[in-house]
């Protein structure tokens, strides 16, 4: 159970960590966000946190394209959340999510003028997606948001109710999961993941000019799968079409993790079941985030030191 957050410059009981119904962020989307995984390994008895930096580089980045203006480094994050995190005591796979918000209690659209505020809590986390190994998704009817109306690059809490629709549409009609497409109708990513196929010996993706979410995990697929599987990695846009004879295709990202598609509009992808690429990078990759690949090491931040696996202690403030 979550016990803790992050919230008005201190760790506090999450109870304590509540917004008026007349604030900004709430009234208008006015806020950005951050999703982050934490990997228990019971053999290591450590709790890893997936890429640390590069989400709160990516944070910030988030809240610079709604004018935000923050004290905060990506240090003071990194900080406040492994004090987070070890107050909790998780002994299990956990996700973080920081949320960047305009905090005034005020009426009127805008985002100059206005106070920014950040606040952090995690909660135990498995998967996002069931089937995991076998998707069946559809193509969306809606289409991706577009960088010259609400930016994607960045995770603005207002353009996902984009999101919210092509999921919900997705489920209600009985698929896992959608793939949109952007305004020029190419391939643009998932409701909330990156996409990829595979063509031959060529792992293929749409560039971060499709408007895609510029994706940590998708980077580090990119890396993994030329640097360890040996395939050619090529960005660029892909037609409807084109999925429907991949011979293989998924999701990526830090929620959905590395996901098998099995099927898109009812059209098998492959064999319909998880291909050898995806099984390799998927195998990989929970190596990777669970401190099991000491190559990259350099990727993970623990949470507890010197074997140190304390349970939850009183909340106390964290100065940043």
């Not at 909330?192 to 998708?218: C, H, K, M, Q, S």
Request: glycine share 8%.
């Amino acid at each position: 159970m979550t016990r803790y957050a992050y919230f008005e410059g201190a760790i506090r009981p999450i109870a304590e960590a509540k917004i008026s119904v007349m604030t900004h962020a709430l009234n208008y989307g006015t806020a950005w966000f951050g999703g982050l995984r934490g990997y228990w390994n019971p053999s290591q008895e450590q709790l890893y946190v997936f890429r640390m930096r590069d989400h709160y580089r990516r944070f910030l980045d988030s809240g610079k394209i709604l004018m935000a203006a923050l004290d905060l480094t990506v240090d003071d994050l990194i900080a406040v959340t492994v004090e987070l995190l070890r107050r909790e005591g998780y002994r299990e796979d956990c996700y973080i999510r920081p949320v960047g918000y305009k905090s005034d209690p005020v009426i009127g659209v805008r985002l100059h003028n206005l106070h920014d505020a950040v606040t952090i809590f995690s909660t135990p986390f498995g998967r996002y997606i069931e089937d995991e190994e076998g998707a069946h998704v559809c193509v969306s009817s809606w289409r991706r948001v577009d960088d010259t109306a609400l930016p994607p690059r960045g995770k603005i809490a207002g353009s996902y109710v984009n999101s919210a629709l092509i999921k919900s549409e997705a489920v209600l009609n009985g698929f896992a999961e959608a793939i949109v497409l952007n305004q020029d109708g190419h391939v643009a990513e998932g409701s909330a993941e990156n996409f990829f196929l595979v063509r031959g010996d060529t792992l293929i993706t749409p560039p971060v000019y499709a408007n895609v979410l510029e994706g940590i995990t998708r980077r580090t697929v990119m890396e993994l799968v030329e640097r360890e599987i040996g395939l050619r990695v090529v960005e660029r846009e892909i037609d409807r079409s084109e999925i429907y004879v991949a011979d293989e295709a998924f999701f990526c990202g830090t929620g959905v993790q590395v996901v098998a598609i099995a099927s898109v509009d009812h059209r098998p992808i492959g064999s319909g079941r998880i291909g050898p690429v995806t099984r390799q990078l998927r195998d990989l990759y929970f190596r990777v985030v669970r401190g099991d690949a000491p190559q990259y090491a350099h990727w993970l931040t623990p949470v507890y030191a010197d074997g140190d696996r304390r349970m939850a202690t009183p909340a106390v403030a964290v100065a940043v």
